[in-house]
């Protein structure tokens, strides 16, 4: 017969689901394992395309990636709302200047705008309580309610500007040209900062807000001349300036933050899918019960020429051994890579019915397939299990007779009594089970018949008449069953049907009313799967948990590690390294003190006519 090529053990291989990143069009993976290397930290990739090419490269301010943008924007704005309650605080600090302005002044109530602006102030003070108060006890769930972000800043910004303006035109008389105008300038670059609303919508207030003033100065300012308003203007136009580079400065902040929190939560993702694939293939050597024992001892000190061994008695457990019948014909029939798919199909299908019925699967010998019941948690239906076990085994087996066409058949035996059950080696782990009744597990087996279940009078025992039985004369067949002197029964029938006469009977009503609802709660959640097996739901996660870590990140406190007073660290090495920073936005920084001096100094060269 010839060889089988590599192609051919290819297309014979059954895939596996494991777990997977997220699969993007740059592979989350290997970026995380080049950030994780020690590679020096990538450029922000910004958007190059549309309109932006035209914009120097330094104000670009938007990711390259669409998806990795609608995730930023997501963030930036939850991050934001934090900003609202700084933004009424600045709200609230000018109605209490106002408030204390009205008590030295002694406000004449009977004036009807008089007491209209009081009013007014009072209900406006009430309100950005109320609105701090509600964010700070009800923050997350506000948060979510996408309505309410964008309707409760402009409410804000709306009535702290009816408040301003109502101020204005009720309590300077006459009005002046520069009343007003040192809090405008304020309220402007709070509204860019700090009010969670794009920047566009927030330019557009700051315009809309420095119009309406001029327009109240000209038609109530009685001695407005031309020059202060353009001076007015220019003072507006800083302040704008001044909102949109700090604007910049803190969205290119975010941007830096929002990378390193990707590439942590990368590196994260990473090291949880290689932990996962180091747990799958322990437990696909050691039992369960095993595993977290024995990954504690790999490095524990060996004291003495042997490590720790890990064996365990088993008393009433049922041994189970299982033979293909006609295996090594089957194998001159078909080639090398249908046979293992073949073969790796039938184990597969024997490990689902172990699992089924509480079988724990003990090796795999070539086409030999044996695993016990009863340990490592005792359970008293062992038997009833295994022989349930057996049954399923000859059916599968019966379904690859009628597929390949050829005389393959199931041996099965079971035996009932104790085990030693252990781990050997300290290199390449092997668990496996010995005592006398592991030996007569395997006579029962080599005495069997092709197609039936093979069972020991101890097993009968146990049955407790749930099976229809005739006598199995194995130690005609078998020289170990006649030398230990046991009567031996072939299963001719099932009495009472799996799950009946076991302990899985009561759960199995309730497992059908939980599959029930999962299956009515499964159909009213599902989500559009995407290619490669990974989907949405991958990439859904990934971005969820992003998005999770950004906020935590933000939300966490300095309380006790900084000196607010001083603003610095209490632990020198701390200041030290923070000290050591770089700030790669200084230049920006630095050009908003130059715009200040040059607008200010225009606005006083045009109020002295310079």
């Given at each position: 017969m010839p060889s089988p090529t590599s192609d051919q053990f290819a297309m014979g291989m059954l895939d596996v689901e494991r777990p997977m990143l997220p699969a993007k069009k740059n592979s989350l993976y290997a970026f995380a394992q080049r950030q994780g290397g020690g590679v020096e930290e990538e450029p922000l990739q910004l958007d190059e395309s549309g309109l932006h090419r035209f914009v120097p490269k330094c104000l670009r301010s938007q990711f390259a990636d669409a998806q990795q943008e609608g995730l930023y924007k997501k963030y930036y704005t939850s991050q934001k709302q934090g900003d609202l309650v700084a933004f009424v605080m600045t709200a609230l600090s000018w109605q209490f200047f106002c408030g204390i302005t009205y008590a030295f002044r002694h406000p004449d109530l009977r004036s009807g705008k008089e007491l209209s602006a009081l009013i007014i102030l009072i209900l406006a003070f009430a309100f950005n309580c109320t609105v701090i108060a509600v964010y700070k006890l009800r923050a997350t769930a506000l948060k979510e309610q996408r309505l309410l972000r964008q309707v409760v800043p402009l409410l804000v910004f709306v009535v702290l500007y009816s408040n301003f303006f109502l101020d204005l035109l009720t309590t300077h008389h006459p009005l002046l040209p520069s009343d007003g105008i040192s809090f405008q300038i304020l309220f402007i670059y709070a509204t860019l900062t700090m009010?969670?609303?794009?920047?566009r919508l927030c330019v557009a207030l700051g315009v809309a807000s420095s119009a309406a003033l001029l327009t109240i100065h000209g038609l109530y300012s009685p001695?407005?001349?031309?020059?202060?308003?353009?001076?007015?203007?220019?003072?507006?136009?800083?302040?704008?300036?001044?909102?949109?580079?700090g604007a910049f400065v803190s969205d290119r902040k975010q941007r830096r933050a929002f990378r390193q929190a990707r590439i942590s939560i990368a590196m994260k993702l990473v090291l949880e899918?290689?932990?996962?694939?180091?747990?799958?293939?322990?437990?696909?050597v050691l039992p369960k019960h095993l595993a977290a024992e024995i990954?504690?001892?790999?490095?524990?000190?060996?004291?003495?020429?042997?490590?720790k061994m890990f064996i365990s008695r088993y008393e009433n457990v049922s041994i189970l051994f299982a033979d293909?019948?006609?295996?090594?014909?089957?194998?001159?029939?078909?080639?090398?890579?249908?046979?293992?798919?073949?073969?790796?199909?039938?184990i597969t299908?024997?490990?689902?019915?172990?699992?089924?019925?509480h079988q724990l699967r003990i090796k795999i010998l070539g086409d030999c397939y044996y695993c016990i019941s009863g340990a490592p948690e005792p359970r008293v239906d062992h038997a009833v299990?295994?022989?349930?076990?057996?049954?399923?085994?000859?059916?599968?087996?019966?379904a690859v007779r009628e597929e390949t066409r050829s005389s393959v058949d199931m041996r099965v035996g079971i035996h009932t009594g104790s085990v030693l059950a252990?781990?050997?080696?300290?290199?390449?782990?092997?668990?496996?089970?010995?005592?006398?009744?592991?030996?007569?597990?395997?006579?029962?087996?080599?005495?069997?018949?092709?197609?039936?279940?093979h069972i020991s009078e101890t097993t009968y025992a146990c049955l407790n008449g749930e099976f229809e039985v005739v006598p199995g004369n194995g130690e005609l067949r078998n020289s170990e069953i006649k030398a230990s002197s046991i009567k031996t029964y072939i299963i001719e029938s099932v009495i009472k049907p799996y799950p009946e006469g076991t302990l899985d009977a009561d759960r199995s009503r309730l497992s059908v009313q939980n599959e029930q609802h999962a299956l009515s709660y499964r159909r009213g959640s599902q989500r559009p799967s995407g290619h490669n097996g990974v989907g949405v739901h991958g990439e859904a996660e990934f971005d969820d948990r992003l998005l999770q870590a950004l906020i935590a990140r933000e939300g966490a406190t300095i309380k006790g590690k900084a000196n607010y007073a001083t603003l610095s660290f209490l632990d020198p090495v701390l200041e030290t390294q923070f000290c050591a920073l770089r700030d790669k936005l200084g230049p920006a920084l630095i050009s908003a003190n130059c715009l200040v001096v040059i607008l200010s100094c225009i606005a006083h060269g045009i109020l002295w006519q310079l």
């Open positions: 009010l969670p609303l794009g920047l001695h407005l001349r031309g020059h202060e308003v353009v001076a007015a203007g220019s003072l507006y136009l800083g302040a704008l300036l001044l909102g949109i580079l899918q290689q932990a996962q694939e180091h747990e799958r293939l322990l437990l696909a990954r504690q001892d790999l490095g524990a000190m060996v004291h003495g020429q042997f490590k293909i019948v006609g295996f090594t014909a089957l194998s001159s029939n078909c080639t090398a890579a249908e046979l293992v798919k073949l073969l790796n199909k039938l299908r024997f490990d689902k019915l172990s699992e089924k019925y299990l295994c022989c349930h076990m057996g049954l399923a085994m000859v059916d599968a087996i019966r252990g781990v050997m080696g300290q290199r390449q782990h092997a668990y496996d089970v010995y005592s006398k009744d592991t030996k007569l597990a395997n006579a029962m087996e080599s005495g069997g018949i092709p197609g039936r279940v």
